[in-house]
C-alpha cells in the first residue's frame, strides 16, 4: 500500500526558514508526488508548489521568491524549502502522491510562524 509521509515542520520566527520532506513509498509500479499543498485553520486547502506533468515548476503567487520545491528521484522523495517565512504561511503542509491514477496524501506536518 502506499504511504506518504511529510516531516520536517516546527514552530519558527517571522523571517525564519524550514524544509519539509515528503517521501511516498509502498508500490513496486511508479509513485509521482505531484506537489505540496497547505490548510490554516478554518482555511480550505491550496495547492502550494508542484510539478507539471512536463516536469516544469509552479507556485503559488503568493509564495514566489521564498519557497523552493525540488525532488530527489532516488529517493522518491520531494523538498519544500520555505525561506523568509510569514504568519501567514502558517499551516498544516501535506503532499499528494499519484500512483496508478490514484491520488494519495500524508497526514502532513504542521508549520508555525510566530514570535
Known amino acids: 500500500q502506499v504511504q506518504v509521509v511529510e516531516s520536517g515542520g516546527g514552530l519558527v520566527q517571522p523571517g525564519g526558514s524550514l524544509r519539509l520532506s515528503c517521501a511516498a513509498s509502498?508500490?513496486?509500479?511508479?509513485?509521482?508526488?505531484m506537489g505540496w499543498y497547505r490548510q490554516s485553520p478554518g482555511m480550505q486547502r491550496e495547492w502550494v508548489a508542484g510539478f507539471t506533468s512536463g516536469g516544469s515548476i509552479n507556485y503559488l503567487d503568493t509564495v514566489k521568491g521564498r519557497f523552493t520545491i525540488s525532488r530527489d528521484n532516488a529517493k522518491n522523495t520531494v523538498y519544500l524549502q520555505m525561506n523568509s517565512l510569514k504568519p501567514e504561511d502558517t499551516a498544516v503542509y501535506s503532499c499528494?502522491?499519484?500512483?496508478?491514477?490514484?491520488?494519495?496524501w500524508g497526514k502532513g506536518t504542521l508549520v508555525t510562524v510566530s514570535s
Open positions: 499528494k502522491a499519484v500512483n496508478r491514477g490514484i491520488h494519495y
Open positions: 509502498g508500490s513496486i509500479y511508479r509513485i509521482d508526488i
